[in-house]
């Protein structure tokens, strides 16, 4: 009888749970992609149009996903990982709430620094969703330029924690890449 493969009967996360994280993985890559920088009057100006409601549209796909993935996840647990020591069991944990607190705050962030601004959301299929702030330009301008900031900050902290995965499954060789994968 052939021995077992050692991978067989790993705990993972659930398909809905790996649906909305790789959904999310999509629409963050995409959504950084289609990003418009500059100025305000490039950013808004007519040729941007198309990338920046197609940005919009992507983040705040992000958002209502994160929303709905937070409510999964508190009321359905993760697997167990595997064994590692404390320090790199902490330091996951806490790496996975900063990006949840940044795919709730770089959406947010842009949503309002938009409306501050004066500016309406411009979300393709949703149309224009006009701004219900009253308006401040300058708080709007900083929160422009924090969003587009923090926008930077989480893809460089998802590009280190998809080299934590492919360290933990190419050196380590244990559970924690298969465990967000389909099973075969
Ligand atoms: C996870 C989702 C998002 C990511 C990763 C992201 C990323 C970024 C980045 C990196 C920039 C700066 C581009 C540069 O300076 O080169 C930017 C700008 C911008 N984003 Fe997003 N964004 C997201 C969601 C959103 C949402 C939901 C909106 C909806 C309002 C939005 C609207 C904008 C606007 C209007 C700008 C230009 C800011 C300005 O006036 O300077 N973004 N985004
Ligand atoms: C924009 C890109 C990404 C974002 C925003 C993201 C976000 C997250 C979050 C928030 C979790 C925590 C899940 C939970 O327990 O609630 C997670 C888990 C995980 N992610 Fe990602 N991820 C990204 C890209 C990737 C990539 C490219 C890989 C693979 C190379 C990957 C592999 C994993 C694995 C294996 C886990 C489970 C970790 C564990 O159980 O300790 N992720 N991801």
């Known amino acids: 009888m052939p021995a077992p493969h050692p991978m067989n009967g790993v705990e993972r996360y659930s398909a809905t749970a790996q649906l909305l994280h790789w959904m999310t993985v999509f629409l963050v890559v995409a959504a950084?992609?289609?990003?418009?920088?500059?100025?305000?009057?490039?950013?808004?100006?007519?040729?941007?149009?198309?990338?920046?409601?197609?940005?919009?549209?992507?983040?705040?796909?992000?958002?209502?996903?994160?929303?709905?993935?937070?409510?999964?996840?508190?009321?359905?647990?993760?697997?167990?990982?595997?064994?590692?020591?404390?320090?790199?069991?902490?330091?996951?944990?806490?790496?996975?709430?900063?990006?949840?607190?940044?795919?709730v705050l770089v959406p947010v962030t842009a949503i309002l620094g938009a409306w501050f601004e004066g500016h309406p959301l411009t979300v393709l299929v949703l149309g224009n969703i006009q701004p219900w702030l009253p308006q401040s330009r300058q708080i709007g301008l900083v929160l422009a330029n924090i969003h587009g900031w923090l926008g930077d900050v989480l893809i460089w902290l998802a590009g280190i924690h998809a080299a934590a995965a492919l360290y933990h499954h190419f050196w380590r060789r244990d559970t924690v890449l298969i465990s967000m994968l389909p099973d075969r």
């Open 32 to 103: 950084y992609i289609t990003s418009v920088g500059g100025s305000e009057t490039r950013v808004y100006s007519s040729a941007n149009d198309v990338s920046r409601s197609l940005h919009e549209l992507l983040g705040i796909s992000v958002f209502a996903l994160t929303l709905l993935r937070v409510c999964w996840r508190l009321i359905f647990p993760p697997p167990k990982s595997p064994e590692m020591p404390a320090w790199m069991e902490l330091g996951a944990r806490f790496g996975h709430w900063t990006i949840y607190a940044l795919l």
